[in-house]
Structure formats: structure tokens, C-alpha cells
């Protein structure tokens, strides 16, 4: 197994789309798990694993195998997740123009 995921890794990195696809297929499932437990709704999980794929086809000439594909990828993942979690947090703010009483409140 691990062989021919060097070989997809190898095609997908020369621009094999096929190779590509084949390679993100043995990892869709997790994927999208990580994201859903995360982020604990099933739409957004979907679009942050469609993200996170398109990061890594984008990227997959920068992986150079100094761990294995799925740690890379999942740590792609994970990263997508925290960075989509900062995106939508709700900012509370206060006004300045809001009058306290003595004690501050």
C-alpha cells in the first residue's frame, strides 16, 4: 500500500488529476471527520474538507515526505478547521459611548 501511494503521490505532484483523486479518496472519510467534530456541523465540515482539498492539491508539490501523506494532510485539515473557526467567532465589542456608573459598571 504504501508503494503505490508513493506512486499516486508522485502523479498528482506532475500534474495528474486521476492520481489526485484516487489519492484523496482513501482519506475523504476521516477528513471529513476531523472537520465535523470540530466544528460539529455537517455543512460546514463539508465545506471545510472541500477546502482543505483544494489546499492540498494546490500544495501537494510542497509535501516532501518527511512524514507520512495522511499526517500532512490531516494536519491540513485541522488547520482549515482552526482557521475557519477564527474566521466565524463572533466578536463581542464594546461601545465607548456607553455611560458606567461610579463603580464601572
Do not use: P
Not at 484523496?24 to 472519510?29: L, P, R, T
Request: proline content about 0%.
Amino acid at each position: 500500500m504504501q508503494h503505490q501511494e508513493e506512486d499516486l503521490i508522485e502523479k498528482a505532484k506532475a500534474g495528474d488529476v486521476k492520481s489526485f483523486e484516487i489519492l484523496i479518496a482513501n482519506y475523504k472519510k476521516r477528513a471529513f471527520n476531523i472537520a465535523y467534530r470540530m466544528l460539529g456541523n455537517l455543512e460546514d465540515a463539508n465545506d471545510v474538507t472541500q477546502e482543505s482539498f483544494l489546499k492540498i492539491y494546490r500544495s501537494i508539490d510542497k509535501f516532501k515526505g518527511k512524514s507520512s501523506f495522511s499526517t500532512w494532510l490531516y494536519s491540513i485539515v485541522n488547520n482549515t478547521c482552526i482557521d475557519f473557526i477564527r474566521r466565524n467567532r463572533k466578536k463581542t465589542t464594546i461601545s465607548i459611548d456607553t455611560n458606567y456608573d461610579e463603580d464601572g459598571y
